[in-house]
């Protein structure tokens, strides 16, 4: 076990109807006038922005809207928010919709926190963020964890790079979290959600060093509760208590819970799904289940005692002849479990088939994007990638 630090300042109001206090949480935070940031419609459509709406003037709390945002957000859209920002003059950034919408909201109170410096050069790396304004979120879907994370992933659409900054400083004030808000997805969003929560606490799950028992058992319970509620909401996708297990488990996954003790995580699965993205659009969730499988088979002999520990307590497998029998059948049972959410397995399946061409121009920007190589259930780099990227079509 290694030393770690957790922190996870977000406040979380957790239930039924709770969005109607955002009001008066904003003003328990000092906000004086917000940027109301949300995405393509769904929120209006459903009430949800009037209700919000509602909720802030009851408080008095004055806003400057932004709709607009895109699933795999554009960066054009967090220059317009900076700049509308600015004119309004606002002190605080209310996201209503998910982890795409958040990020924007993230990147705009970045750049209203340093409106004299070019927000893109946090996401290449050239500087770190000082200042930003506050964040907080009304969560519609559970995904991306971004509600409590510390990370923020825009998409430059001018050169197809998505990339990620994480900085503490962008931790969310509060989470606003009604499972009801996610009544509305669609099955395939629901069924991307699930699948990215379990990847968060899998990119942290299969490492080389420092796992702790607590944190193993943590994570387990975790995947094994968003397992079976995933599929229950396959086929209900109205059922409050299974809503709110995959929503809670959403934070849980990606607020540091189920990395803590351990060596950071490998991550490797994300940032070939970035690659993905960033060329193709895809939805996040389903990208990660197109890579995931290729990147198993490719990297479990190195860390054959974590995906044989996968295998037994999270998909229930029985132990086969030897480790590696017990592994593989863990990923087959994976890939099971996907098929049965209306998940791909490979990129054939996901709709995509990138051209050997795309596939190095994929693995080159991986590399870069990871500064070289990265992972921990095996150290990858750009040959790597690009084995994985071919082996997923
Ligand atoms: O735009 P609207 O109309 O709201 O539609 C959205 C969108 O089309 C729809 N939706 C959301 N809530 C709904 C709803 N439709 C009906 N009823 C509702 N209640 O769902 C679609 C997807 O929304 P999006 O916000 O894109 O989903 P998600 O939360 O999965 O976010 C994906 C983005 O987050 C990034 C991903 O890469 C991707 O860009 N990630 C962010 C992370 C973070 N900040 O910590 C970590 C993740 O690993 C991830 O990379
Ligand atoms: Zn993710």
């Known amino acids: 076990m290694f030393g770690f630090e957790y922190y996870a300042p977000t406040r979380v109001i957790f239930g039924r109807e709770t969005e109607g206090q955002t009001g008066e949480l904003l003003k328990a935070c000092g906000a004086g006038k917000v940027l109301l940031h949300y995405g393509g419609g769904s929120a209006v459509r459903s009430g949800l922005l009037g209700r919000i709406k509602e909720s802030l003037g009851k408080a008095g709390i004055q806003y400057a809207e932004l709709g607009g945002v895109v699933p795999n957000p554009?960066?054009?859209k967090v220059r317009e928010g900076i700049a509308l920002g600015l004119r309004e003059g606002v002190d605080f950034v209310l996201a209503v919709g998910g982890g795409s919408v958040i990020d924007s909201a993230k990147a705009i109170a970045y750049g209203l926190g340093e409106p004299d410096k070019d927000v893109w050069e946090l996401f290449t790396g050239k500087r770190t963020a000082q200042k930003a304004l506050p964040v907080a979120s009304v969560l519609t879907i559970a995904a991306a964890g971004s509600e409590t994370s510390n990370s923020c992933v825009i998409t430059n659409e001018e050169t197809?790079?998505?990339r990620a900054y994480d900085d503490d400083?962008?931790?969310?004030?509060?989470?606003v979290m009604n499972p009801e808000l996610t009544m509305s997805l669609p099955d395939y969003q629901t069924q991307a959600g699930c699948t990215d929560i379990m990847m968060h606490t899998m990119?942290?799950?299969f490492t080389q060093g420092g796992n702790m028992e607590l944190t193993d058992e943590i994570a387990e319970g975790l995947l094994r509760t968003v397992i079976k509620y995933a599929q229950i909401l396959h086929?209900?996708?109205?059922?409050y208590e299974a809503r709110a297990e995959i929503m809670w488990a959403g934070s849980l996954a990606h607020n540091g819970l189920t990395g803590c003790g351990n060596d950071g995580g490998d991550f490797v699965s994300h940032m070939l799904e970035h690659e993905i993205g960033g060329m193709f659009d895809v939805t996040h969730g389903a990208g990660l289940a197109a890579v995931w499988p290729s990147w198993a088979r490719y990297v479990y002999r190195n860390c054959l005692g974590r995906f044989v520990r996968y295998a037994v307590k999270v998909m229930g497998v029985e132990p086969g002849a030897d480790g590696e029998e017990t592994a593989l059948k863990g990923i087959e049972a994976m890939e099971d479990f996907y098929r049965r959410i209306g998940m791909p397995v490979n990129m054939t399946e996901l709709g995509i088939a990138p051209t050997e061409e795309q596939i190095l121009q994929m693995?080159?920007?991986?590399?870069?994007?990871?500064?070289?190589?990265?992972?921990?259930a095996k150290l990858l780099c750009e040959q790597d990638f690009a084995a994985i990227y071919r082996m997923a079509r």
Do not use: M, Q, T, W
Not at 169 to 175: E, Q, T
């Open 235 to 239: 086929e209900d996708p109205e059922n």
């Open 169 to 175: 400083i962008s931790r969310p004030r509060f989470a």
């Open 203 to 205: 990119e942290r799950y």
């Open 160 to 162: 197809g790079e998505k």
């Open 363 to 376: 693995a080159k920007s991986c590399a870069a994007a990871v500064g070289g190589c990265k992972g921990s």
């Open 74 to 76: 554009h960066l054009s």
